[in-house]
């Protein structure tokens, strides 16, 4: 399975830049997940990607072979790239192993081929005994998987899929969950998902391409966006982290920062070199929140929701000294904070997010 680069694209649409200056290196055999909410570029990246759409700067390069560029857009059907669409694109006319073979029929695959090969696509997605069936007789589930199998039977290089768990309910997309990361340590494919869905692609990817406004703003491990978000946005957009004003006083040489927050000193992690500075920004999780008494460290606010979600409650905090900046956490039943009531607390860590280029 060959690898695939994205090499300082630009896409524009008049005077309209989608993409602006997007590298990406997705390894050989990589699950790689594009994330971001709508609008950032990550469908653009996906018909670039697939060759429904021409580059306007820079090339794409599918293992050595440059199937993008200024000057070059290589055809779909001739990349090898296999797409598995939100809304399964089968054909009702059709049984699932006509769907599946159908692309083997045109390019006039011999029927003993043609046959054995749906046959194993069949097995690969875990649907033996279903190819004289209609899709209209299938689960959403079991259609996207004969989408995937009708991919893979082509033998690609790479495989696309474009939101495919969008038109699920949340207990078929868990299971899906399961199936696709199953597939991909079966068959070792390289993978670039498009998805808005951040759980999905935490639970499934190696390494996860946040986009914002045409940009990629963060290339990482699931573990280090969590932990180590490079901006404001991929702090606050992942898990909702909590994103507020902080004072860099000091740096110490074991990877953490002295700062205050709202009066209350706190102890960041932060990159190795970051040192004091003022206007800084933190990212908080709401697991590093707790509820303190009057007069410890910590800060005073006022409890603006309490959101009931069986078991445990979202609450919803502002504090006295930047009432906008709204901090959430989780306190499970029996659930005693109320709206309207005062309250104190402290924070027991968080991230130093780097400083940003002004440019």
């Known amino acids: 399975m060959a690898g695939l680069t994205i090499d300082n694209v630009t896409k524009s649409f008049h005077a309209f830049q989608a993409l602006k200056g997007v590298s990406i290196d997705v390894r050989e055999g990589e699950f790689l997940a594009v994330l971001g ?22 090339e794409v390069r599918l293992g050595d072979k440059v199937v993008s560029s200024p000057d070059l857009n290589v055809a779909p059907e001739n990349r090898r790239i296999g797409i598995v669409f939100q809304n399964y694109a089968l054909w ?47 689960s959403g589930g079991q259609r996207q998987r004969v989408a995937l199998a009708r991919c893979l039977v082509a033998t690609p290089e790479l495989v696309l899929f474009d939101e495919p768990l969008a038109n699920l309910d949340v207990h078929l997309r868990a299971s899906m969950e399961d199936e696709f990361a199953d597939f991909h340590k079966r068959t070792g494919t390289t993978i ?30 699931p573990h280090k966006l969590y932990h180590e978000p490079a901006t404001p946005m991929v702090a606050s957009f992942i898990s909702q982290g909590i994103v507020l004003p902080v004072t860099v006083s000091g740096a110490g ?10 009066g209350q000193p706190l102890t960041l992690r932060c ?60 306190q499970p039943d029996p659930v005693t904070l109320k709206p309207g009531q005062s309250a104190r607390l402290a924070f027991v860590g968080g991230w130093l997010i780097p400083e940003q280029d002004p440019a």
Do not use: W
Not at 103 to 110: D, F, P, Q, T
Not at 253 to 262: I, N, P, S, V
């Open 37 to 58: 909410p709508s609008g950032c570029g990550k469908t653009t990246l996906l018909r670039i990607i697939a060759g429904f759409e021409k580059v306007s700067a820079g």
């Open 92 to 138: 009702p006319h059709m049984s699932v192993a006509e769907n599946i073979g159908y692309s083997l029929k045109i390019a006039k695959v011999a029927k003993p081929e043609r046959e054995r090969r749906v046959a194993e696509a069949l097995k690969l997605v875990d649907m033996q005994g279903y190819g004289d069936r209609a899709p209209a007789n299938l």
């Open 192 to 221: 670039v998902y498009i998805t808005h869905d951040q759980s999905e692609a935490m639970a499934l990817a190696d390494r996860i391409a946040v986009m914002d406004h045409g940009r990629l703003v963060q290339l990482d491990t």
């Open 253 to 262: 040489a074991d990877g953490t920062c002295a700062a205050d927050l709202f």
């Open 271 to 330: 990159r190795p070199g970051d040192g004091p500075r003022d206007g800084a920004l933190a990212c908080c999780r709401s697991e590093a929140v707790q509820v303190v008494e009057p007069g410890a460290p910590g800060f005073d606010g006022k409890i603006e929701r309490v959101i009931y979600q069986g078991g445990l409650a979202r609450i919803e905090f502002a504090p006295d000294a930047a009432p906008e900046r709204i901090v959430h956490f989780v």
